[in-house]
């Protein structure tokens, strides 16, 4: 089967559109709202919530849409509850991974804390407890370098399959579709060279908007747009692939249902 990617379709589909200066202006406003405000400190984290909830369910949407028709312009920003809804359900779900992440790397750290803890407690003098923390200064490099590579490795993985689990979210819109990591990883396994492919460059993308622009001082203004020029890109890379997956489904289902010939 050929796959259908093709990221040079990505890219020009986004300036295809004639109001898609607009649209990408707008979740750029977005993303700048979201970090002024939160620089008004953690009781303002509710409202970098929201915006980051109208960018999502719009990076949602611009998958959803670009799936059922890859020739379809960028979509509108209207609707705005929906947007919010859509995107405050998906971050709700990312937060979770992100928690797993954290957690595995505090549970690391403190472990170590409370080693030299016990330690302290056994050895009498200061002066022996210091020595013994300096004799055993290889183990805790040794710690925390395990942990810290495992964590870059968990994250990883747990991106990529997240990517898979938004794109699944994007298809049917449920709360379950976010929690199928069964439904992922088959998706995943079904072309795993192609959704490397889009998660490496996705990524590659990404860092690149924040990298690039921040090279000249007037560019630092232009982060937040080029940021989600970059989001509507991968979302429609990935929609590329999803578009392929609503094939393949709608084959078997024809398939399914054509009956013998009596």
Sequence with gaps: MASVLNPNLAFKAL???????????VGGIFNALSLVVLCGGLMMLPASFCC???????????????????EA?????????????????????????????VLFYFSSISAIFSY???LAKKVPSAKEALETAQS?????????????????????VLHLLSSMLKLNFARSESMRAGFAWGQAI????????????????????????IILPTLTLLGV??????FFA??????????????EIEDTESDEGETKTVQPLA
């Design 52 to 70: 980051w909830a109208l960018n999502t369910g719009y990076i949602l949407r611009v998958m959803r849409s670009k799936m059922k028709d890859p």
């Design 73 to 101: 312009k960028l979509p509108d920003w209207n609707d705005w509850l929906d947007l919010f809804i859509s995107g405050m359900s998906w971050l709700a779900i990312a937060y979770g991974f992100v928690m797993a992440c």
């Design 15 to 25: 300036a295809k559109d004639p109001d898609w200066t607009f649209k990408i202006g």
């Design 230 to 243: 970059a989001q509507v890109v991968t979302a429609i890379l990935f929609a590329q692939l999803g578009s």
């Design 136 to 156: 055993t200064h290889s183990e805790q490099v040794l710690w925390v370098g395990g942990a810290t590579i495992a964590l870059i490795i968990l994250a990883c």
């Design 186 to 209: 088959k998706i995943f396994r079904s072309r795993p060279g192609d959704y490397l492919y889009v998660w490496l460059l996705s990524v590659g993308l990404l860092k690149l908007a």
């Design 116 to 118: 030299y803890y016990q």
């Design 221 to 226: 203004f232009f982060v937040p747009s080029v």
